[in-house]
């Protein structure tokens, strides 16, 4: 391998970072390894792309050594059976890297690879025969290289978003985007290999992926991760790993809050020096209060997965600007073309899966985010409303057409209408109006079975 620094998991390996007190390279060389020990899991990715089936968790990051270089599609681990079924169909996937609690999502028979026990072992099952793997014990692998080496233009990452016509289309990143990104991340958050992150979001999602798992690997420093969030929990992982940066959606931050505030939990965080939100709109009302009750301020920032993600943020060399996203980050240009948000730079994906008329669209190398802002005289730009049709929850973004579609293709249902409810805890919830001779318990079945956990409607109407 000539330029092995182009790639992001060998790139993030490099500098001697830690996942949860795994080193970056023993975790990546037990990747290398499984694919030097399984000659069955080469076949089955032959000419296919691989996927990631995960928790945040330092497995992830052998899943993603192991793919080799191709593009390894990132499955929401809250994603349901028919979702995951389509990504792996519509991304021409040969095997996927799981844990044995996330197999079931997976179609009956299809190739996987269990990480359960990694970096030291591994599971493959593959056409019917289950093969045990031990991964080694490795000390971390030796890689040379340009540090800042451009990132290759080959896919790295493809996560399916952009239903705004009712199907998920797979946004291509390829390792030039994301070592764009994350190393613009390095510099705009000034991450070095003292910072200790925590990876409060999901890896599926490319703000926790770029932000809290590749950016700090590349500056050398610590990720701790929090599998499943739990307020207080969080709370004393911050103060026990001394953890330095905070970044995570709106309902994160409401949550601590919500813990501090209402359940007598204590703010004790000395080691924390910035924290950062985005993912969806912030509420003025949540970022004044998050100052006032732990005297750090709450710094917004703009992404968008179809840009690797990140955009614009509120930099910590300069006063924070309340109810603003900030100005363009490292090496993104931004414009505002009729009033919507245009982005350019190294950033950009390279295209979809399938179904790219449907997406957002790129012209003379801008990318249309389908966001509305305006912008003062100093560069900052303010959000301002969203054109294309979505809205958020819990920072994932919801797309009405796509329930509409899956709902309409239930026996009996005639006609369906999705909504949004403001919720400030979550930004919003989620209104199902059907028409048609069916009832509510069997309307939510349906949804229990067919959508991710986080599209689940939360008030059903039916009209006959």
């Not at 919500?258 to 924390?272: T, Y």
């Not at 750090?296 to 006063?319: D, H, K, M, V």
């Amino acid at each position: 391998m000539s330029d092995p620094l182009a790639l992001v998991p060998l790139a993030a390996s490099a500098r001697g970072g830690r996942i949860d007190g795994h080193g970056a390279r023993e975790l990546a060389a037990a990747g290398i390894t499984l694919l030097q020990r399984c000659a069955p899991l080469v076949r089955a990715l032959a000419g296919k792309r691989a996927a990631v089936l995960l928790p945040t968790s330092p497995a992830f990051l052998t899943a993603l050594a192991a793919c080799e270089g191709r593009g390894a599609v990132l499955v929401n681990p809250l994603a349901a059976p028919p979702e995951v079924a389509h990504q792996l169909r519509d991304a021409n996937v040969g095997a996927a890297f799981t844990i044995a609690a996330l197999q079931d999502k997976l179609p009956a028979g299809f190739p996987r690879v269990l990480l359960d026990g990694a970096p030291a072992h591994a599971r493959s099952i593959i056409d019917g025969a289950a093969r045990e793997i031990d991964l080694g014990s490795h000390t971390g692998i030796a890689l040379e290289g340009e540090m800042d080496a451009p990132g290759r233009d080959e896919e790295a990452a493809i996560v399916y978003t952009s239903a705004m016509a009712g199907t998920p289309l797979g946004a291509i990143l390829t390792h030039r985007n994301l070592l764009a990104n994350a190393r613009a991340t390095v510099e705009a958050l000034g991450l070095s290999d003292r910072s200790v992150v925590l990876a409060a979001l999901p890896w599926a999602h490319l703000f926790g992926f770029t932000v809290t798992l590749v950016a700090p690997l590349l500056a050398g420093g610590r990720v701790v991760t929090v599998p499943r969030f739990n307020p207080l929990r969080v709370l004393d992982t911050i103060a026990a790993e001394r953890v330095t940066l905070l970044l995570a959606v709106p309902s994160v931050f409401a949550g601590l809050l919500a813990a501090i505030e209402h359940q007598g939990a204590r703010w004790n965080a000395p080691s924390l020096e910035a924290c950062f939100c985005g993912g969806a709109p912030l509420a003025a009302e949540l970022q004044a209060r998050w100052e006032r009750v732990t005297g750090l301020p709450l710094r917004q920032g703009y992404g968008l997965t179809e840009a690797g993600p990140a955009c614009i943020f509120n930099p910590r060399s300069r006063p924070n600007r309340p109810g603003t996203l900030g100005v363009p980050f490292p090496g993104v240009e931004v414009a505002l073309r009729g009033g919507e948000i245009c982005v350019r730079g190294e950033n950009v994906f390279a295209g979809y899966v399938s179904g790219g008329a449907q997406g957002l669209r790129v012209e003379d190398g801008w990318l249309h985010t389908g966001d509305d802002g305006t912008a003062d005289a100093e560069g900052y730009v303010t959000f301002t409303g969203v054109r294309k049709a979505m809205f958020t929850r819990h920072g994932f973004n919801i797309y009405p057409r796509e329930l509409e579609r899956v709902i309409g293709a239930m026996p009996g249902v005639e006609h369906v209408a999705v909504r949004a409810i403001p919720e400030p805890s979550r930004e919003n919830d989620i209104a199902v109006e059907v028409a048609g001779a069916v009832a509510e318990e069997d309307v939510k079945r349906w949804c229990e079975a067919r959508l991710s956990a986080y599209k689940q409607p939360s008030r059903i109407t039916v009209r006959a």
